[in-house]
């Protein structure tokens, strides 16, 4: 067995390591699972609300109005498609690189670009790809709107584009 | 006791725990070659697993899954070592192990290259995806991290 494997063998995650991490998982899958309970509940309260308010205003009272079966109309879907994304970078690009996969943007910080960079959204209320604010190529005077999970080192590293357009001068 | 966690298949069959008792030692090891530090490799995996959690399509093969967490893991690495600006105190760092030393003063590509290859068996064709390499590059790069580590060693190499 030669040495590399054997140092490589002794690299290990620590047994306290994987439980710790178990339980964060644990914790945070809960945690996710009682926000989407309260979401849940907040909109079944606003529908009731919304449905409330409706018969108790006299102007629709005056009308004759069927029986209404709340039950049935009232059906929450946890998994509709509702989403949004979070962007963190912004900006008009001032500079581009000679290879066109970094960019500076009007803030003096510079954006890179690799292959693991997401271009667009794909959610399930997104346009289509073609449809979005996308151009192929990063120029300069491009508004940039993105996510990085770093926005405060030096470099940073574009973890998606979300729109790169010129709004006087489109490229599609 | 701590909770098996089960997330109705979505991890090619596994329950959560069975997906960290199988990749961690794997993850870890990728995150040093970039860190140099078992601390870091642990932050990073654990960021690792919580995306893993969150995403949102489901596997229906482990190996699918595998190649997803390693390439997390080289992205986290990076993301990581870019963010920190840990590579100025790595340098600083002075293992026990002499092979330690000298396998920080490869290059990050020689390092990974070589632990993809020579330690966990991946194809050239393979590492070539993980890391969007050219099939050439892989080999020139693997190739020279072998010679400088051997070259570093007097006898009978260490490759």
Known sequence: MNKYIQT????KASQT???DLLEELGKERRYDMNNMKKIV?????CAVLAVGAIGFNPATKAQ????IDLTERITIDPNAPSACVAVNLEGTI?????????FKLDSGKWVDIDDDTEYGTTLPTSAAIEDQYLEPTFRVGNMIAGFTEDENASRILAYAIYTNWNWDDPIR | MKEVISLDNKFAGKTIHSVVETYSDLLIRIAFQYTGSTTDAEYIVKEVYKKLMKYRKAFTHSNDMKVWLIRQAIKGSKLYMRSKNKNELRCLKLYEDDLLNKLFRLEEDERIILFLHDYEGFTIEQVKAMLFKRGAQVITIL????SKLNASFDKE???
Do not use: H
């Open chain 1, 8 to 11: 490589m063998n002794k690299i």
């Open chain 1, 17 to 19: 390591f994987k439980d």
């Open chain 1, 41 to 45: 509940i907040g909109i079944a309260a």
């Open chain 1, 64 to 67: 004759v109005m069927p029986e």
């Open chain 1, 94 to 102: 001032v500079e581009v690189s000679d290879d066109g996969l970094s």
């Open chain 2, 143 to 146: 190739e020279s991290g072998r």
């Open chain 2, 157 to 159: 190499g260490v490759i």
